[in-house]
């Protein structure tokens, strides 16, 4: 009987250890796929609910787990779908944008500061100032960081692009340090206004000089009509002379007002030209005699090369267009090359453009002024070019004119050796007429 006791006491015992040892197994198994998913789940992987019966605090910690991860992971999307949304939308933008921490360490940058300030992956972590060596930004990013209200102003930059878009950009900066005291970081916003205040340049031109080309006729006009009341008109030898030049500047101001009304209907596309078949011909050849009598008077010689131009050529253009055009290049010409020169026009035919090109051999225009000529009322030498008249709009009507047309500008041009305007204008195909 004793000993029947012991030996179901001793399998009892065995059941026990058995028991014991699945027990922890199950445990350690248990505790294996709660670590592999809690893993898993800092990588940013999904996970799947751990499947296990265990009790005690291994079992409460599977159980905590199978209901937290699937929040997490929700969470996790979002947060990544809102940073793809947040990349995109900085990546779209304008501006340029940086983001920095305390340190003054480059953190993001969107596509459009990449590109101005010739950034890459390797900046990040990088000191702003080793990036961008402009003392303006660097005082813009403390004043980001140490004032309450972040900083607002414009800096100059010098274009480190390639190819450059420009030399001298004007940016407008806004700087926003990020919420806490001290501020942990700080995003800064760059807006390129250089077109702006290059358009606010000319405006401010524009409007000097329209008042002094109005100014300086009816200055002349109210003198010497002064003088013809106080005295002249009883003289014959001076009043005809001074209703002359009275004529003469009112006929100035008369050109200044037709060539700005021009000009503001050609801009505003309400100019009433049809731009179809035009035998280019006769047009180029007309204007070029209109023109002979002033180039003589100078002792300049006219060099004309237009044999490919006979009457088959047509181009889509309208002829006063054309005549406007041609008789500013050709006054210009005139005006601005020396006595005994020559003034060339040339021509030359492509399949789909006529080609025509107006040379002096004058005094040329610096390469700086170049692309400033075609703006309203800008010269290169004011007192020169006003002393020889005109009312420096000439340019500005060719360009608009060019354009309407539908055909392109170019300008060569040495100091000291001549100009070179070039027209290019589409070209009727042969045997089409429209």
Known sequence: MWRLLLDLFGALGVIATIGAISWACFQRIALKELISSVRALGDQRLTRPI???????????????????????????????????????????????????????????????STLFRLDETGVGRLVAELIRNPQVQDAVEATLTSPGGYQGEVTFIGRESPPRSSTRVLALHGTPLPGSPAPGGVLVFHDVTELRHLERMRQDFVANVSHELKTPLASIKAYTETLLDWGLDDPAVNVRFLKRIEEQAERLNLLIMDLL??????????????????????????????????????????????????????????????????????????????????AVRCRLTADAVLLEV?????????????????????????RSRAMGGTGLGLSIVKH?????????????RVGSGTTFGIELPRVARGSTS
């Open 401 to 413: 004119l060019v354009q309407s047309i539908g055909g392109k500008l170019t300008v060569d041009s």
């Open 359 to 383: 040379a002096d051999t004058g005094i040329g225009i610096p390469r700086d002024d170049l692309p400033r000529i075609f703006e309203r009322f800008y010269r290169v030498d004011k007192a």
């Open 51 to 113: 499947q296990s019966n265990v009790t005690g605090p291994v079992g409460e910690l599977v159980t905590l787990f199978n209901k937290v991860a699937p929040q997490l992971e929700q969470k996790m999307v979002q947060l990544e779908r809102d940073r793809q949304q947040l990349q995109a939308v900085l990546s779209g933008m304008a501006e340029g944008v940086i983001a920095i921490d305390a340190r003054r360490r480059l953190l993001f940058a969107n596509a459009e500061a």
């Open 262 to 343: 021009s000009l503001a209907r050609i801009e505003a596309g309400q100019d009433t030209f049809r731009h179809e078949p035009l035998q280019l011909a006769g047009v180029v050849h007309a204007r070029i005699e209109d023109a002979r009598p002033r180039a003589e008077a100078k002792g300049l010689t006219f060099s004309i090369e237009l044999d490919e131009l006979d009457d088959t050529v047509l181009v889509i253009a309208d002829e006063e267009a054309v005549r406007q055009i041609l008789d500013n290049l050709l006054d210009n010409a005139v005006k601005y090359t020396p006595e005994n020169k020559s003034v």
